[in-house]
């Protein structure tokens, strides 16, 4: 088959006779997997080199030949193109090729038009799917790398074929009942063509991030209307209490939730945990009637002062169980009123973090360049119990759903997820020293020994002194060449971000864990356990205004509101993050962006008074000024005000 014959095809008229040798020949080439593979050749000789790098495949082609049948308008000619390739083409695959030539069939039948219609799922999608999945070691690993050194557009369309045959089998196939939040709902089961279309996106995925040097992002990944169809609270129910391992899930697929529905699953894993603890203090205080010196608590409940939040804190948390931190978290300031719905945590966890994070524990160090911090080499014995309060008070916020300004690169949750770090990952510390590795991995010329003058060694100031640190035993004496100085930058990055650093990272990593360790963190990414841990900074203020309630006789039409909401927008980014501080008790915005994010605007007679922030729920009370120029310079006023509770 070639282009110049699929342009005569698309030109024969739908009622026009057909050419019985031209017939002929369409059925050969579309019924054989050898004339079929010997289509759209690279020219002189050139597809001769066939290999796990190179298909030999003219691409162009290849894309002209599909795009003219997508237009071809004979009926009997486009029916007999999809009954050999759907009954005899793909039937002809096998799991063990006899040459590589034969392995182009996975790169060009993606091309053909019907992979766009859901509906040929059984007979087009899912065969050729499970076709890919049955091949052997390394036929499987030559089609992954063919498929990764294709274009963008060609690998995103590959992408968006699979996704769309989810969505239509799990929408058309199962049938709909109650979900847990009364609902109705597609009940999701085994269904072996939608086991296979998500394993081939889940193959997909793996090329994408692993061998695709254009990747797609992670986001392209995400089908976006599956918390629409099914109770994605239930399948994750159901998967964490299958311990058999039986039961067919979603969540084992977690590349297709957004960040929305990873939340959701977030909260659910929160609520089992909290609901089991609280059940366990309810257990524990009926018996307790037996020994009433036993206090229990269905919640944690941290006595702290602001003068000593850090020892208090210590002092407090000493008293619960690993399975204690899994209650909901309730703070009381010492000589404070307020009863904490919310307001409480977020300053308990803006002032601990604060406090330390100061150099005065010289428990991390800042890098000038970046403002991000990272774990010091050297502690003493003593700050352990520091590492690890301050890995649980993580855990802790992302259980209680409080953002946190906790500086640290990508590199921790990394770590955390014990996904590899890497050069990217010491750019987020340092650029200025990354740019110096990068330097190095890119000079080619042959006096790179006299240039750099390196060894396999680095030096760090110990309290003063300068020490020399092997990257590898005996590397002060071994130089840094063109032959491996891929090794020394790989030796670098992994002493400054793991070996450096082990033993203080080890005892956060084990806070972190009696909190949040489990299953929920399977389904997180590094860049997204970070942003639920600190929020993101993608504002869109506009959405803010159109999320908003007015209460108590405010309406959005009204002469106060809409002043607000013109000195609102007119405020300068700084400004604008002030108010949220102010008003949510945080700057940044949850994962979900700012739609997550509801504020509500109530009145109040006299105004002669500030607006007033309850950050427990998001409450701003605004007087009803006279003017607008009033309310700007009330506003601006309370704004400079977030610390600190006390009764209205």
Not at 269 to 289: C, I, K, N, R, V
Not at 438 to 445: A, G, M, N, R
Not at 553 to 569: M, N, Q
């Amino acid at each position: 088959m070639s282009a110049e014959i699929s342009k005569k095809l698309c030109h024969i008229q739908p009622e026009e006779t057909i050419d019985i040798d031209l017939l002929s020949v369409i059925e050969t080439v579309f019924k054989s997997l050898a004339c079929f593979n010997g289509s759209w050749l690279l020219p002189n000789e050139q597809h001769l080199c066939c290999s796990s790098r190179q298909p030999g495949v003219d691409m162009e082609a290849a894309e002209e030949t599909f795009e003219n049948i997508r237009k071809i308008e004979h009926d009997t000619l486009k029916q007999m193109i999809w009954e050999s390739i759907s009954s005899d083409l793909i039937s002809s695959l096998v799991a063990s090729p006899a040459d590589v030539e034969t392995l182009r069939i996975y790169l060009t039948l993606p091309m053909y038009h019907e992979f766009i219609n859901s509906k040929n799922y059984s007979k087009l999608h899912s065969p050729f799917s499970l076709a890919v999945q049955k091949l052997q070691k390394n036929p499987f690993t030559i089609v992954s790398r063919w498929w990764a050194n294709q274009s963008l557009e060609y690998f995103e369309r590959l992408v968006e074929n699979f996704k769309h045959v989810i969505l239509y089998i799990i929408h058309f196939k199962f049938p709909k009942v109650v979900g847990s939040n009364g609902e109705e709902r597609q009940e999701i089961r085994y269904e072996p063509n939608l086991a296979a279309m998500l394993d081939i996106v889940g193959i997909l995925y793996k090329i994408n991030h692993l061998e695709r040097k254009q990747k797609l992002p992670y986001e392209q990944f995400h089908i976006h209307e599956i918390d629409d169809l099914i109770d994605i609270r239930l399948d994750y129910v159901r998967w964490v209490t299958d311990n058999n391992g039986t039961y067919f899930s979603l969540c084992n697929y977690p590349f297709i939730f957004n960040a929305s529905a990873k939340m959701y699953l977030l909260q659910t894993d929160q609520g089992l945990q909290m609901h089991q603890a609280m059940q366990d203090a309810a257990h524990a205080s009926f018996l307790s009637f037996l020994r009433p010196d036993v206090n229990v608590s269905q919640f944690i409940v941290l006595n702290v002062s602001r003068e000593n939040i850090v020892q208090d804190t210590i002092r407090e948390l000493a008293q619960y169980s690993a399975n204690d931190l899994k209650k909901p978290l309730k703070i009381k300031f010492h000589g404070e009123e307020a009863e904490d719905a919310g307001g409480l945590r977020k300053e308990f966890f803006m002032l601990l973090l604060k406090d330390i994070l100061d150099p005065k524990y010289g428990m991390f160090k800042t890098y000038e360049e970046s403002r991000a911090i990272w774990f010091t080499e050297d502690f003493f014995d003593n700050e352990e119990t520091m590492f690890a309060l301050i890995g649980i008070l993580c855990g802790l916020a992302i259980y209680n759903f409080t953002i946190i300004n906790l500086p640290f690169p990508l590199a921790l949750y990394k770590k955390l997820l014990d996904e590899p770090v890497d050069l990217s990952d010491l750019r987020d510390l340092s650029p200025t020293v990354a740019q110096s590795m990068q330097s190095i991995l890119d000079y080619t010329e042959s006096d790179f020994e006299e240039v750099f003058d390196l060894t396999f060694s680095t030096t760090r100031d110990f309290f003063g002194e300068m020490q020399t640190i092997e990257l590898t035993p005996g590397g002060d004496k071994m130089r840094v060449t063109l032959d491996n100085k891929e090794e020394f930058v790989r030796l670098y990055i992994d002493y400054v971000l793991n070996k450096s650093v082990e033993k203080s990272f080890k005892q956060f990593r084990l806070g972190f864990m009696k909190v949040c360790g489990g299953n929920v963190l399977k389904l997180f990414k590094a860049h997204e356990l970070m942003a639920v841990v600190i929020g993101n900074e993608e504002y869109d203020w506009h959405v803010l205004e159109e999320n908003a309630e007015y209460k108590n006789g405010y309406k959005s039409s009204d002469p106060t509101i809409r002043w607000f909401w013109e000195v609102f927008h007119e405020l300068p980014l700084e400004e604008k993050k002030k108010f949220l501080l102010f008003l949510t008790g945080c700057d940044r915005i949850p994962i979900q962006g700012m739609k997550a994010i509801k504020i509500h605007i109530q009145p109040t007679p006299d105004d002669k008074f500030l607006p007033v922030a309850h950050t427990c729920f998001n409450l701003l009370d605004l007087p009803q000024y006279k003017t607008k120029e009033k309310l700007k310079y009330k506003l601006l006023q309370a704004i400079q005000q977030t610390q600190g509770f006390s009764l209205v």
